[in-house]
């Protein structure tokens, strides 16, 4: 009779953790917790280069790297200063390097979560020539190295969908052409990839 008992443990036990994810997941549908890794994934100088994890909301890489200047007060204070942007950035364990996207609405634009779905779908230029359009931005820091995006690359960064959000993030994922700009140079470096990543409002 006892050797009837563990096949049965096994068995409510199996159904129990079922029941359990089936319950997390529908959780995390319903109130919009990101729980998929968020990436960053491109070329550069000829090579592919990508980094993964939690995308960095919280200005970790800034906070790390000049603590004294970048305080929690700082920090806040930079993001309700930018109402008009949406910011996705990706950082690195090592917090050495980093890569963010900024999407800059028309000056005067108080941006809400749910404004980010007319993003989708559409190419947002490095172009900022017109004031009430939207454009994109890239930063990209490689150890002591700092590239930018600006008018002249001519690239464009593009959405596909989105993915999962929260009262006060997006995640999405997309792909990008553009190209980086060491600060200091002229020279214009080509860069193509893929993303995923959580944006919220502010800088």
């Not at 906070?63 to 204070?77: A, G, L, R």
């Not at 634009?109 to 230029?125: A, H, N, P």
């Not at 214009?188 to 919220?200: M, Q, R, V």
């Amino acid at each position: 009779m006892k050797r009837y008992l563990l096949p049965l443990f096994f068995l409510l036990s199996c159904s129990g953790k079922i029941k359990e994810q089936k319950a997390n997941a529908q959780a995390t549908e319903e109130t919009g917790t990101i729980t998929a890794t968020h990436f960053i994934k491109f070329s550069f100088d000829d090579k592919s280069r990508s980094l993964e994890g939690k995308s960095d909301i919280t200005s970790a890489f800034y906070s790390h790297n000049w603590p004294d200047y970048h305080t929690p007060e700082h920090i806040k204070e930079t993001r309700l200063s930018s109402p008009n942007v949406f910011c996705g950035r990706m950082t690195n364990p090592a917090k050495d390097k980093m890569i963010e996207m900024f999407m800059t609405f028309p000056e005067g634009t108080k941006l809400k979560i749910s404004d980010f779905k007319k993003l989708v779908g559409q190419k947002i230029y490095t172009d900022n020539a017109d004031p009430e359009a939207i454009y994109s931005r890239f930063y990209f820091f490689d150890t002591q190295v700092e590239y930018t995006s600006d008018s002249e690359t001519k690239g464009y960064l593009l959405l596909n969908k989105i993915t999962a959000y929260t009262d006060s993030t997006v995640s999405a994922e997309g792909s990008f052409d553009i190209g980086f700009r060491e600060y200091g140079k002229t020279e214009i470096h080509p860069s193509k990839g893929t993303f995923l990543l959580e944006f919220y409002i502010g800088l």
